[in-house]
């Protein structure tokens, strides 16, 4: 089970942190994941992260501006954002799956599990 929150309503060029925690010992083995849908769009990937925390990837919109980490001690994931821009106003969701590997990272259904959601809106 995973639980996201952070979300909220900050100004163009605010930061959010966002954080994912996740039930169950196995947290560690599995490969981490941000995507954002935002109103008539679809699901797009935003930011990910290999299970040993070693590795990071993240979509050219985001590059430079979010950063993703983990700690594994405690099941948690976090996606820090900076810099935010009008367009990044979505609902983020975090995702988990095991066995990935790193082109599949980007592909939404290549995971088995998701959380909820929580709301960003940036205003200009």
């Known amino acids: 089970q995973l639980q996201a929150s952070g979300g909220g309503s900050v100004q163009a060029g605010g930061s959010l942190r966002l954080s994912c925690a996740a039930s169950?010992?196995?947290?560690?083995?599995?490969?981490m994941a941000w995507f954002r849908q935002a109103p008539g769009k679809e699901r797009e990937f935003v930011a990910a992260?290999?299970?040993?925390?070693?590795?990071?990837y993240y979509a050219d919109s985001v590059k430079a501006r979010f950063i993703m980490s983990r700690d594994n001690a405690k099941n948690t994931v976090y996606l820090q954002m900076n810099s935010l821009k009008s367009e990044d106003t979505a609902v983020y969701y975090c995702?988990?799956?095991?066995?990935?590997?790193?082109?599949?990272?980007?592909?939404?259904?290549?995971?088995?599990?998701w959380g909820q959601g929580t709301q960003v809106t940036v205003s200009s």
């Open positions: 992260i290999k299970s040993n925390g070693g590795s990071t």
């Open positions: 995702a988990a799956d095991s066995g990935l590997i790193t082109s599949s990272l980007p592909n939404p259904d290549q995971y088995d599990y």
């Open positions: 169950g010992s196995i947290f560690r083995r599995y490969s």
